[in-house]
């Protein structure tokens, strides 16, 4: 009787951790998903060993009960609390937790990577409003020099110059238009 309770207290643990295991819905920040990780370390780290050890016992007590079971002549046990099915059912759930812990780790990749394209976009958009914004001082400076009476030759150059620190910005604003669907779609 108390092999039964407790082999079926340890079925209901497996079953309940292993059904935790299969769950894919992953909350969206990084953060979140550092936490179930580490939930996961944790699990495997402190829950695991100590459920492995149960699980020893359970079977100790089972092959004590065996030797009962053969002077009477019969297994009064259901078949899914015996060690076979105990064992089996153990496996399942090592199995989906290192293919849990697998996803996870892909997850936290992917959002480590989208976190890096949004932190670069952030720099080339404060980037491109500086320079657009020296580009603005820049030609407001030429105006009033044409307006002074600078030479064309000077004038020309000075657009030239112009054209060509906003073609270096066009670059970066392109290069942000290919980064941007990418965090979009996720």
Known sequence: AAYTEHAAQHRA?????????????????LIEMKKLLGESTRFRNEEVPVRQREKQKLFHQYRELEKYFESVGECDIEPTLRPEALEQAWSRLMMAHQ???????????????LQRLAEKLHRDIKQTESGLDNVERHIESEIRRVERGVHPAEAKMAAEQIEQELRSMEHTIQEMFQDSPALREG
Do not use: V
Not at 103 to 113: M, Q, V
């Open 99 to 113: 293919e849990r812990e697998r996803d996870l780790a892909d997850e936290i990749r992917r959002l480590e990577r």
């Open 13 to 29: 643990w497996l079953h309940e951790k292993c059904t935790l295991m299969q769950d894919r819905a992953f909350p969206s920040t």
